[in-house]
T-cell receptor, first 116, second 115 residues
């Protein structure tokens, strides 16, 4: 089974702090994704990466950055945390798609982040 | 652009009731369609998928049929259990960028089953 592991289940930080969320997958997936989940809004894509050191902005990248130094690890960085970034953050991964749009994504258990 | 609309929740049913969660979509081309489930305190798990028109995905007693004519992918189960209480997300396969296929999610429907 695919295992996507997020380093923290719960995290509490203060406004203005630099926050790192870590995600590791063990299936040699090329693609990794970061989402935030808010009630009534579903999942919104923040950033994704299709290879080591390669990244693309998603739908809501403002206030976030990412890092992918190794294939199995994808980090989400809140440069200066703000209260409106309090949310559930989900990491996902999948193999490279070669034109067929049928790849499901495999998710971690999420990190519930509170910014005080 | 691509989008997914789910019926608003929360939905509350009694055990053994029939379940339908509506999902409609807007998309260009021929997307694949997915249902994900999120149990309390967990991430999303793939429940079922369908990759072309008239395909029926099924798993754990849940079913959904890809209806291109009505652009729908409604989730159904004949007899729900308390253990089915979760949040359900409908999703479609979006654009592929550099080999990374994006997913477009609906807003989620919270389901509660009472004994």
């Amino acid at each position: 089974d695919v295992k996507v592991t997020q380093s923290s289940r719960y995290l509490v930080k203060r406004t203005g702090e630099k926050v790192f969320l870590e995600c590791v997958q063990d299936m040699d997936h090329e693609n990794m994704f970061w989402y935030r989940q808010d009630p009534g809004l579903g999942l919104r894509l923040i950033y994704f990466s299709y290879d080591v050191k390669m990244k693309e902005k998603g739908d809501i990248p403002e206030g976030y950055s990412v890092s992918r130094e190794k294939k199995e690890r994808f980090s989400l960085i809140l440069e200066s945390a703000s209260t409106n970034q309090t949310s559930m953050y989900l990491c996902a991964s999948t193999h490279r798609s070669y034109g067929r749009r049928n790849q499901p994504q495999h998710f971690g258990d999420g990190t519930r982040l509170s910014i005080l | 652009g691509n989008s997914v609309t789910q019926m608003e929740g929360p939905v509350t049913l009694s055990e053994e009731a029939f379940l339908t969660i509506n999902c409609t979509y807007t998309a260009t081309g021929y997307p694949s369609l997915f249902w994900y489930v999120q149990y309390p305190g967990e991430g999303l798990q793939l429940l079922l998928k369908a990759t072309k028109a008239d395909d029926k995905g099924s798993n754990k007693g849940f079913e959904a049929t890809y209806r291109k004519e009505t652009t729908s992918f409604h989730l159904e189960k004949g007899s729900v259990q308390v253990s089915d209480s979760a949040v359900y997300f409908c999703a479609l396969s979006g654009n592929i960028i550099q080999g990374a296929q994006k997913l477009v999610f609906g807003q989620g429907t919270r389901l509660t089953i009472n004994p």
